[in-house]
């Protein structure tokens, strides 16, 4: 059956540490990955995508991700956060043309502290 | 910018109502989607649209259902709520014609709370 799990629950970092989130899929077929975020109060927003060409893939904000195929893995760094990046983040997937629809992780609340 | 409105940001019905959910995006996209959020299962797919007047279960259609009367209004309906139904509903919308690869634009969100 098709997938995205997420690792992490809820991440606590300080201002200026690095972050890695973890996401993992299970697709029998091409697969077109996302991660959104969700800051406080704000509607759900794409922060980078892949589908096909460089694995590694940047987003707004200084985001990116590496598509790592060997490993069904789609995780999402930023080599120092902010404060402003307290949101929650949601990894997802869906196959090529089966009408955009995704499958999303269970999400990780990311706070950082000043 | 792509905008997509929903009727309500707070709703509070009772077990048995009829509860109706509206959706209306402006920018001609194709597909649109009802999802809802819970805490610890991210979203959930429960009905999606591909045209007007076409629609396709999601992951958990059961008690939900759909209409697609207009290309930019996309309803979610549930028949007769019950307590379970408690919940964030969000709608997105894409444009529909590169395989899957298009960005998602969602909606502010509906809190529900059946009582």
């Known amino acids: 059956a098709q997938s995205v799990s997420q690792h992490n629950h809820h991440v606590i970092l300080s201002e200026a540490a690095s972050l890695e989130l973890g996401c993992n899929y299970s697709?029998?077929?091409?697969?077109?990955l996302f991660w959104y975020v969700q800051y406080p109060g704000q509607h759900l927003q794409l922060l980078l995508k892949?589908?096909?060409?460089?694995?590694l893939v940047k987003g707004i904000k200084g985001f990116e991700a590496e598509f790592i195929k060997s490993k069904f893995s789609f995780n999402l760094r930023k080599p120092s956060v902010q404060w402003s990046d307290t949101a929650e983040y949601f990894c997802?997937?869906?196959?090529?043309?089966?009408?955009?629809?995704?499958?999303f992780g269970q999400g990780t609340e990311l706070s950082v502290k000043p | 910018d792509v905008k997509v409105t929903q009727s309500s940001r707070y709703l509070v019905k009772r077990t048995g109502e009829k509860v109706f959910l509206e959706c209306v995006q402006d920018?001609?996209?194709?597909?649109m989607f009802w999802y809802r959020q819970d805490p610890g299962l991210g979203l959930r797919l429960i009905y999606f649209s591909y045209d007007v007047k076409m629609k396709e279960k999601g992951d958990i259609p059961e008690g939900y259902s759909v209409s697609r009367e207009k290309k930019e209004r996309f309803s979610l309906i549930l028949e007769s709520a019950s307590t379970n139904q408690t919940s964030m509903y969000l709608c997105?919308?894409?444009?529909?014609?590169?395989?899957?690869?298009?960005?998602?634009?969602f909606g502010p969100g509906t809190r529900l709370l059946v009582l």
């Open positions: 920018m001609d996209h194709e597909n």
């Open positions: 997105a919308s894409s444009l529909g014609t590169s395989g899957g690869q298009e960005t998602q634009y």
């Open positions: 892949y589908f096909s060409g460089d694995p």
């Open positions: 697709y029998g077929g091409t697969v077109n």
């Open positions: 997802a997937g869906g196959l090529y043309n089966q009408g955009g629809k995704l499958i």
